[in-house]
């Protein structure tokens, strides 16, 4: 591996490593300094529409800069809107509207920061010595282990020295993932001359969800993604936090995220090493239908031990399920409009959690708990079916030229 993969998936690593830790620790430092639940979810829902609206608005500024740079500044801005917590409270005292205030302008760095870093992938593999497949089957398996030893760590840091004093830890690793990226040459992260934007923003946006909405291979794979995203939080959020509270067993629930986390392990080690063999159309079935055997293994809530093989199942198929579809987002995805199309998709994601979760208490509170997870379970078996008998999925390997239609898009943007 050359130094500029390894440069960028370190910096991929420590960023995902800081908000894993983040996503434990802050819950409980608000908690810790209102003393109000309520407080916690008005600090969740205050950041989430933000979060939603920057990745919009600023994947057009991504594919208008520098994509190295974009990548640091965001990593900037959440780093320090996290370290000026602990800064604040030794300074006057932290307050819920310190929280608010600096949760809205982490916000503004969180989703375009993740859209920065995926849309300088291309690049990464162009300047590297990896391939799109092993280079995503790495940065699979990198999240994994973020998963894994993120709660740990914030567990343990808090137990340590407790209070607002680990976020300043929680701030140094976006701040050391920006250093890192700094690292990069800067001409990886150029956007070439010919392909910089002349028209009004709003212009280039819906240029961008045209692409997105009109191509019908990113239409399906963002679909799925949803399908996903909704059918996981559902399951993690709610359904087996109550599953366990049930049982009297709350301290296990953080063990289902360990077993899911130790299957996506695997599975992007397994896509890392083995995606260059065989057909792509294989690895997309196996983890399509690897996920369903999960999901309806872990839905069933028969035994504690059932929850964890069906979450380790889960974790398997994703990894690799998701490693191809980001090599596929490589590929497809305009060079020119991957900050709007990935900052739409990104922006879907984050807006998908709070669904789901409302949807999954609906579920609960009017029928059953098992109820509930096999209709959950359902939805990725529609799902399973679409992405199945998608024309637009059928033929996966690399193409070298963009279809018509993204043509047509991309010359209009270039008007």
Known sequence: MTFIPLSYLTSYFLS??????ASIALPLVVLQTTGSVLGMGVVAGATAVPAVLAGLVMGVVIDRINR?????VTDLVSGLSIAALPLIDIVSGLSIGWFVLLGILGSLGDVPGMTARDALLPAIVRHGSLSAERLMGIRETLGAVAMLVGPAAAGTLMALFGGAAVLWITGATSLLAALVTLLIPHSVGAIPAERTRSSNAWSEMRDGWRVLFRTPLLVATTLLSVASVAVLVALQGLILPVYFSLLDQRGLLGFVLTALAAGLLVGGAVY?????????????VSGLVGTMLGIGILATLSTVWIVFSGAFIIGLASGLFSSLIGVLMIERIPEQMRGRVMGTQNSIMTAVPPLALVAAAVLTEYTTLNV??????GIWLVALVGGLFARSLRNLEPRAEPTEREDVVVARDAQ
């Open 16 to 21: 995902l490593l800081g908000n894993s830790i």
């Open 68 to 72: 190295r740079t974009s990548s640091v």
């Open 272 to 284: 890392a090493v083995g995606s260059t063999r065989g057909r792509r159309r294989f690895w997309f």
């Open 372 to 377: 509930a997870a096999i209709a959950i379970a």
